[in-house]
T-cell receptor, first 111, second 113 residues
Framework: GQSLEQPSEVTAVEGAIVQINCTYQ??????LSWYQQHDGGAPTFLSY????GLEETGRFSSFLSRSDSYGYLLLQELQMKDSASYFC????????????FGAGTRLFVKA | EAQVTQNPRYLITVTGKKLTVTCSQN?????MSWYRQDPGLGLRQIYY???????DKGDVPEGYKVSRKEKRNFPLILESPSPNQTSLYFC????????????FGSGTRLTVV
């Protein structure tokens, strides 16, 4: 089957760096995405990795290792507004073109 | 403004009363999808569509129907809602180029009593 695992909760202080890991199991891997969701809001797209390596977008970076079925989201210079839930998602070509989301990691940023 | 519009935002209904949640996008996206979000379970895909008249089941399609008669619209139909369909629903769209990710609608909070 298909599954994604990510920590349920992470806490960090303002200005620090935090890494949110995601491991996945899927037979038709087609790319790993990351989304941010604030309480009461809709998920918003952050980044996408189809190939191994690091993708950087401002304070956020995302990494993928396809051989390890593993990726992470790195948030630098944390700000209070980064407190949110973060979801990894995998697009899978098996039996269609589904996108499967992890259960989400709740990030708490403390002053 | 590029957006996905869902209606209604909130809906309380009774068991068995058919309802439709509408979804429309103005980005000419080929791919549209419906998700439900429940605490601790993340987003689970209900149905998706890769283009007009092409729909496919996600991981939790039971009790739901969809149609894609026009590229911009992708309504979600609950023919006979039950309390276990009480959830937060999101419609999302994307181009077939997965690099750009989904754009999500604002969500529909559905309560079935």
């Amino acid at each position: 089957g298909q599954s994604l695992e990510q920590p349920s909760e992470v806490t960090a202080v303002e200005g620090a760096i935090v890494q949110i890991n995601c491991t996945y199991q899927t037979s038709g891997f087609y790319g790993l995405s990351w989304y941010q969701q604030h309480d009461g809001g809709a998920p918003t797209f952050l980044s996408y990795n189809a190939l191994d390596g690091l993708e950087e977008t401002g304070r956020f970076s995302s990494f993928l290792s396809r051989s390890d079925s593993y990726g992470y989201l790195l948030l630098q210079e944390l700000q209070m507004k980064d407190s949110a839930s973060y979801f990894c998602a995998v697009r899978d070509r098996t039996g269609g073109f589904k996108t499967i989301f992890g259960a989400g990691t709740r990030l708490f940023v403390k002053a | 403004e590029a957006q996905v519009t869902q209606n209604p935002r909130y809906l309380i209904t009774v068991t068995g009363k058919k309802l439709t949640v509408t979804c429309s996008q103005n980005m000419n996206h080929e791919y549209m999808s419906w998700y439900r979000q429940d605490p601790g379970l993340g987003l689970r895909q209900i149905y998706y569509s890769m283009n007009v008249e092409v729909t496919d089941k996600g991981d939790v399609p039971e009790g739901y129907k969809v149609s894609r008669k026009e590229k911009r619209n992708f309504p979600l139909i609950l023919e006979s809602p039950s309390p276990n369909q009480t959830s937060l629903y999101f419609c999302a769209s994307s181009s077939l180029d997965t690099t750009y990710g989904y754009t999500f609608g604002s969500g529909t909070r559905l309560t079935v009593v």
